[in-house]
Each structure stands twice: as structure tokens, then as C-alpha cells.
């Protein structure tokens, strides 16, 4: 079942002879459950495209249809509220809250959606992070890998349609890069959670199943199968 689909999507900045072409004519298609990979250089347009996907960033045309909602045709506020409960956003850099412990930045987006918290699904989702010995640890007493686990369970709790990343891996090193990597395709495997992921790195996008490129804005291709 199709879960997310992008038509003829354009992101222009700029006008006349300054006028960048971010997001050229993209059109892609996902399956529930897949694991798609993009991958592209730096200025190609990945990280544009991602923050299009989800909601971040308004197209200056085109569509983004997810769960068959084409999410550019709400108003700012239902927008937020669509992003927050169904889209999964994954940064390289983190940005969790340096105040808040590790349970606390975990369940923050269902305490501003107002949604009460499920105290054993908080603690199984913790144990499938490993992070279950750091919950009142405050991000700065924890490594860069154990902050991405966070930024992953944070963006999985609220079980959204899609789960995007972004260079989820570029701030780590090579270990630390495998074992979010494996956390990644866990939680596409455990919980069939779609995953989309943006990246520079060719070897780290072989593990999903199916990888795109972009390059000048435009999505190349279909995607080949993983075998």
C-alpha cells in the first residue's frame, strides 16, 4: 500500500538570474513498511526534499500526498498538528532539549499533543534503544550515539506514518554509525515503521531496501531492490 507520493514537486528560491532550483520536478512513490534511501552530494537538494516530505517546508508547487492526504492543502496550525503526530523527524545534529532528561525529551512530543503517556511502551521502546540505565541522564552526560538513539526514540513514539532522517549518521563514528544503522532497520522491521532516509553515504544506503538519488534537485530513477 502506497503511503507516501510526491507529484511534481518544485522548491525555487530566489528570483531571475539569482534563482535556485532546490527541488526540480521530484516525483517518488513509497510502499508502507519500506526502507527507501536517498542519496545525493552536498547541494544537490536532499536535505530540501526531506524538509518538504515532511512538512517542515511548503513547496512552491507540486504536491505531497501521505496516507493519501495531500498535506500542502492544510492551514499552518492543522499542518503542525499532521507533522507532529505523523511524521518522525531524525536530524544529524540531535536538537534535543539540554534541560530535559532522556525521558523527558523521549515523550515530549505526546505531552504537546496532549495525548497521555504510556509508561510501559516509554520503558520497552527504552530497552530496544539500550537507554534504559540513562533515562534521568541530561544530553550532555551522554555520547553522540546514545543522543541519536534518543532523537529516534523521540521521533518513534508517537508512531507516525513515516520516520525521515536526515544524515542520521553524519555526526558519528563508523561504530556509532553501525548501531544506529541497526536501530534504523529495527524499527522498520520490529514495528514496520516506513523509513526514509537522506544521505551522502552510498555503503550506509545499501542497507535499506530500496535507493534513490538526487542530483540538481531531480529524484533519478525508481530505486533498485536490496536482495
Known amino acids: 500500500m502506497e503511503i507516501l507520493r510526491t507529484e511534481h514537486l518544485f522548491k525555487v528560491y530566489g528570483t531571475g538570474d539569482n534563482q535556485i532550483i532546490a527541488v526540480n520536478d521530484a516525483e517518488m512513490s513509497v510502499e508502507q513498511g519500506e526502507f527507501v534511501a536517498i542519496v545525493g552530494s552536498s547541494g544537490s537538494g536532499k ?26 492543502r492544510m492551514k499552518d496550525d492543522r499542518l503542525a498538528v499532521f507533522r507532529r503526530r505523523q511524521v518522525g523527524l531524525i536530524y544529524q545534529f540531535y536538537n534535543l532539549i539540554p534541560v530535559l532528561d532522556v525521558e523527558e525529551n523521549l515523550t515530549l512530543p505526546l505531552e504537546l499533543d496532549g495525548r497521555e503517556v504510556d509508561r510501559q511502551a516509554v520503558k520497552e521502546l527504552a530497552q530496544t534503544l539500550g537507554l534504559s540505565r540513562h533515562m534521568h541522564s541530561l544530553p550532555n552526560q551522554l555520547s553522540g ?17 513515516i520516520l525521515l532522517a536526515d544524515e542520521p549518521t553524519g555526526n558519528l563514528d563508523t561504530r556509532a554509525s ?27 544506503a545499501k542497507q535499506a531496501d530500496r535507493v534513490l538519488t538526487i542530483e540538481d534537485g531531480r529524484i533519478g530513477g525508481k530505486g533498485e531492490q536490496r536482495q
Open 145 to 161: 550515539g546514545q543522543q541519536q538513539r534518543v532523537a529516534i526514540g523521540r521521533a518513534l513514539i508517537t508512531r507516525p506514518a
Open 47 to 72: 536535505s530540501t526534499l526531506m524538509h518538504l516530505l515532511g512538512g517542515v517546508d511548503r513547496p512552491t508547487s507540486g504536491r505531497v500526498l501521505i496516507e493519501d492526504n495531500d498535506i500542502y
Open 178 to 204: 553501525g548501531e544506529i544503522m541497526e536501530l534504523l532497520k529495527l524499527s522498520n522491521q520490529k514495528y514496520n515503521q516506513t523509513v526514509i532516509m537522506i544521505t551522502h553515504n552510498l555503503e550506509l
